[in-house]
């Protein structure tokens, strides 16, 4: 049994931030993580997103939703510990390469986008024909369904269940900058320590610097604008 369930949609940059992270952790305690599925386009299958969401989010969560259908496909042909490594490789394509350009957030979904990420991640091109699987719906759904029987319906992602089947699990932690790999563990044990609070239910703050990330067009130490990124509401999940 792992020692972490990360449930993540491979374009959501705090979720890859995240998980950036939580390998540093992993390799310092030498813990299992199982890479699960949660998908920002099933989340908010009830919005109009034309009228919540800024240009490109639609396309951006409906790419996202192609790309777990091929992590659902790798799991079944390659196995729980594909996936971690295609995610890795795919979200240094998405996040750690050059500033996103407008119109192209659908393009994740493409097999022209994929098959390099593929390639490089040492799996089968054929892996692609899963983006028009719509039959692997239903084992995202029902994986996001397990990550918000975990937290509550009013969160996003990513989501973490540390020691489970009976450990905490929680929203997050959202974080715009990686930690250092002296901080990345000492972060974890407070994060850790205050979920396994029984009483605890939210810390949060919506005022956050830019992520540090190429896709962002901002580097370390290049923190940018604060913004509030989740626009105010927490039941748009991004």
């Known amino acids: 049994m792992a020692d972490l369930h990360f449930y993540f ?11 950036r992270w939580v390998r540093t952790v992993a390799a310092q305690r030498e813990y299992d993580v199982d890479w699960r599925f949660i998908s920002l386009r099933l989340l908010n299958a009830h919005v109009d997103y034309d009228s919540h969401f800024p ?44 500033p996103d350009r407008p119109g192209t957030a659908g393009a994740r979904g493409t097999r022209a986008y994929l098959e390099p990420v593929l390639e490089r991640a040492g799996l089968p091109l054929d ?20 990550a918000l029987e975990l937290t509550g319906r009013d969160v996003g992602t990513p989501i973490l269940h540390f020691e489970p089947p ?3 699990a929680f929203f997050g932690p959202v974080i715009s900058r990686l930690p250092g790999e002296d901080e990345a563990a000492a972060l974890w ?22 992520p540090q990330l190429p896709s962002f ?22």
Do not use: I
Request: aromatic share 6%; proline share 3%.
């Open 9 to 19: 949609d491979p374009v959501c940059p705090f979720a890859w931030m995240t998980s």
């Open 55 to 98: 240009p490109e989010y639609e396309a951006g969560h409906t790419a996202g939703l192609r790309l777990l259908r091929v992590a659902a496909r790798t799991r079944e042909e390659h196995g729980r510990a594909a996936v971690g490594t295609l995610y890795e490789t795919l979200g240094g394509r998405v996040f750690e390469t050059e």
């Open 127 to 146: 892996l692609a024909d899963a983006l028009d699987d719509e039959s692997r719906d239903a084992v995202v759904q029902a994986e996001t369904d397990e």
């Open 166 to 168: 009976a450990g905490v």
């Open 189 to 210: 044990d407070h994060v850790v320590g205050l979920a396994r609070f029984p009483g605890f239910a939210e810390l949060k703050r919506s005022l956050r610097e830019r």
């Open 217 to 238: 067009g901002v580097t370390t130490g290049d923190v940018g604008v604060q913004e509030d990124w989740h626009g105010g509401s927490r039941r748009l999940k991004r």
